[in-house]
């Protein structure tokens, strides 16, 4: 596709229930992210994916969550047991490779955990 | 520790006015993004900087390596212009992860 695509866009659950998000990068982007944005808060690093290295996942907030990249294109990041605090936009962004380039974001996924 | 300031905080001008937003980190970075986050919530990656200036139509960005410190300006303003604007850095030790600012509120009124 030509952008960044995420789904659902929006997805209500119920406490302790598993949720997995979508994200489909820019067809030939290597390197791939996930951020969380809260309400009334800035932008937070989840996990980022590079390639076939090993991602670097110091943002992930607990073992609750997790994401994987299927054959360099295609990732999931997995919220199991879900909480109220992981109410929030969750975004996928989205670039050619490692060099100094400019990020493409999805329009991301409105989590409610009720 | 790794942090990133932005100033001001919340932002109002009147329609046609120079505007400028500030964004200072603590410690060196290998590139620096100015985003626009819509009222609807989508984020539009504006400019990428390691050093210099870019522009791009009515914006406008700078950053000064030693000093630590990047501008956004934007010339005639406009109301479409009305957005949040977030300064996110990747830091020298920090691998790929981006640090972001908390934002400005830029409202433009007609």
């Known amino acids: 596709g030509a952008g960044v695509s995420q789904s659902p866009s929006n997805k209500v659950t119920e406490k302790g229930k598993d949720v997995e998000l979508r994200c489909d990068p820019i067809s030939g982007h290597t390197a791939l992210y996930w951020y969380r944005q809260s309400l009334g808060q800035g932008l937070e690093f989840l996990i980022y994916f590079q390639g076939n290295s090993a991602p670097d996942k110091s943002g992930l907030p607990s073992d609750r969550f997790s994401a994987e990249r299927t054959g360099g294109s295609v990732s999931t990041l997995t919220i199991q047991r879900t909480q109220q605090e992981d109410s929030a936009v969750y975004l996928c962004?989205?670039?050619?490779?490692?060099?100094?380039?400019?990020?493409?974001f999805g329009s991301g996924t409105q989590l409610s955990v009720l | 520790k790794n942090e990133v300031e932005q100033s001001p905080q919340n932002l109002t001008a009147q329609e046609g006015e120079f505007i400028t937003i500030n964004c200072s980190y603590s410690v060196g970075i290998s590139a620096l993004h100015w985003l626009q986050q819509h009222p609807g919530g989508g984020i539009v990656s504006l400019f990428m900087l390691s050093s210099g200036k870019k522009k791009h139509g009515r914006l406008i960005a700078t950053i000064n390596i030693q000093e630590k410190h990047s501008s956004l300006h934007i010339t005639a303003s406009h109301p479409r212009d009305s957005a949040v604007y977030i300064c996110?850095?990747?830091?020298?030790?920090?691998?790929?992860?981006?640090?972001f600012g908390q934002g400005t509120r830029l409202t433009i009124n007609p």
């Open positions: 996110a850095v990747r830091f020298l030790q920090g691998a790929q992860k981006l640090v």
């Open positions: 962004a989205s670039r050619p490779g490692t060099g100094p380039e400019k990020l493409f």
